[in-house]
Structure formats: structure tokens, C-alpha cells
């Protein structure tokens, strides 16, 4: 990542609470830093997909018609959580994605009821099942944005590119997973630190 070398006021989260705000002399700013805070669950995995050995990329891999989902290996039931998606294949950009309840979307059973999602289609997009007001489509090389408010219960779904974006509001006050679902083979998404 980019570094900048300089001085810097700094605040001190913890919890989402601000503790303090304090002066940093000569200390080096990495720019875009994450925490890479989850990683594609092989034990949520539907059997169509494949994990890479990384565990940051995720490929449908058979020539069936058939929804298959992934769930990350950690949710989040309080505070603030960001990550980011790039969408590196696709036959149509049908793609889902949102958060979950565990269990619900396992390597068992494909239920979507526990999921809240933003459903990038061919032709259009849905948001829980409505159709947005925007009808454009994701495209290959799309990074989405994810913003998870777990206070707030609400996600916030941003595609960089288009900067179109989908609320999702009045999510449960549950322990909440990144979910990601994938149709057609060879779809495949990784995830961006």
C-alpha cells in the first residue's frame, strides 16, 4: 500500500466508542489499510464451489443451473464492518450477495429466507426480492463495498464503479455473516483487503 511519513492527529476507537483523541509526531500512514477480518468458510460451502487454497477466492465449478452459497467463517453482531468483493467472472452477473444467519445457508440446504441480499441479475437488480429503481447490472471487475451497521442494523451496498447503491434496513439483532451465492460455473468472486 501506498505510505505516507509525517505527523498525524489520530482518534481511538474501541467498540465503535471514541476513547480519546490524540497527536502522532513522525509516523507512517498506511494508506487503505484493512483488517482482513474473515475468509471464505469451507465448512459453509456448498459442494458446486471451490475455495482457493488462500481462502479469498470463491469459484462455482460445475455445469449445472444451480444456486450454490458460501458464508463467511466469521459474522458480526455489534459495531461497524467494512469489506469489499470484486467480481472476477461471470456468464450473466447473476450474482447474490448480503448477510446471513447462521445456520440457514449451509452445504445442506440452499435457504435464502435467512439471508439479506442485493441480487445483481441479468436485466435488472433486487433487493429482498423487490426490484430496485436502478436496473444495471453488475459487471466483471465490480468491486462491491459492504458496510455492515450491526447497532443500526443496517447494509449498505455500494458498487464502486457505478456508484449505484442498495440499503438494506431493519436487518435482526443476530449474529450476521457475509453471504455471497453464486449460479452459473465458472462464476467466481474474491474478496479485497
Same mark, same amino acid.
Given at each position: =500500500?501506498?505510505? $505516507?511519513?509525517? *505527523?498525524?492527529?489520530? +482518534?481511538?476507537?474501541?467498540?465503535?466508542?471514541?476513547?480519546?483523541?490524540?497527536?502522532?509526531?513522525?509516523?507512517?500512514?498506511?494508506?487503505?489499510? #484493512?483488517?482482513?477480518?474473515?475468509?471464505?468458510?469451507?465448512? +459453509?460451502?456448498?459442494? $458446486?464451489?471451490?475455495?482457493?487454497?488462500?481462502?479469498?477466492?470463491?469459484?462455482? &465449478?460445475?455445469?449445472?443451473?444451480?444456486?450454490? =452459497?458460501?458464508?463467511?467463517?466469521?459474522?458480526? !453482531? /455489534?459495531? #461497524? /464492518?467494512?469489506?469489499?468483493?470484486?467480481?472476477?467472472? =461471470?456468464?450473466?452477473?447473476?450474482?447474490?450477495?448480503?448477510?446471513?444467519?447462521?445456520?440457514?445457508?449451509?452445504?445442506? $440446504?440452499?435457504?435464502? =429466507?435467512?439471508?439479506?441480499?442485493?441480487?445483481?441479475?441479468?436485466?435488472?437488480?433486487?433487493?429482498?426480492?423487490?426490484?430496485?429503481?436502478? &436496473? !444495471?447490472?453488475?459487471?466483471? &471487475?465490480?468491486?462491491?463495498?459492504?458496510?455492515? *451497521?450491526?447497532?443500526?442494523?443496517?447494509?449498505?451496498?455500494?458498487?464502486? $464503479?457505478? !456508484?449505484?447503491?442498495?440499503?438494506?434496513? &431493519?436487518?435482526?439483532?443476530?449474529?450476521?455473516?457475509?453471504?455471497?451465492?453464486?449460479?452459473?460455473?465458472?462464476?467466481?468472486?474474491?474478496? +479485497?483487503?
Amino acid at each position: =500500500s501506498p505510505s $505516507r511519513t509525517g *505527523d498525524y492527529e489520530a +482518534e481511538v476507537f474501541i467498540n465503535g466508542e471514541k476513547l480519546a483523541t490524540t497527536f502522532v509526531v513522525g509516523c507512517c500512514v498506511l494508506d487503505d489499510l #484493512q483488517e482482513k477480518w474473515f475468509e471464505f468458510d469451507s465448512t +459453509e460451502c456448498q459442494a $458446486r464451489l471451490t475455495i482457493s487454497s488462500d481462502k479469498q477466492t470463491v469459484t462455482c &465449478n460445475e455445469q449445472v443451473y444451480s444456486w450454490s =452459497s458460501v458464508l463467511a467463517s466469521r459474522g458480526a !453482531r /455489534h459495531g #461497524q /464492518h467494512t469489506w469489499k468483493v470484486k467480481i472476477r467472472k =461471470s456468464q450473466s452477473i447473476n450474482i447474490m450477495v448480503g448477510v446471513a444467519k447462521k445456520p440457514g445457508l449451509t452445504a445442506k $440446504r440452499n435457504n435464502y =429466507s435467512s439471508g439479506y441480499c442485493w441480487f445483481g441479475c441479468h436485466g435488472g437488480k433486487y433487493v429482498l426480492g423487490k426490484e430496485s429503481e436502478s &436496473n !444495471r447490472e453488475f459487471q466483471v &471487475n465490480d468491486i462491491l463495498q459492504f458496510d455492515l *451497521d450491526c447497532d443500526k442494523h443496517t447494509l449498505q451496498i455500494t458498487n464502486l $464503479r457505478s !456508484r449505484e447503491t442498495a440499503k438494506i434496513d &431493519n436487518l435482526p439483532a443476530a449474529e450476521l455473516f457475509p453471504y455471497f451465492s453464486l449460479v452459473h460455473p465458472q462464476d467466481s468472486i474474491s474478496l +479485497e483487503w
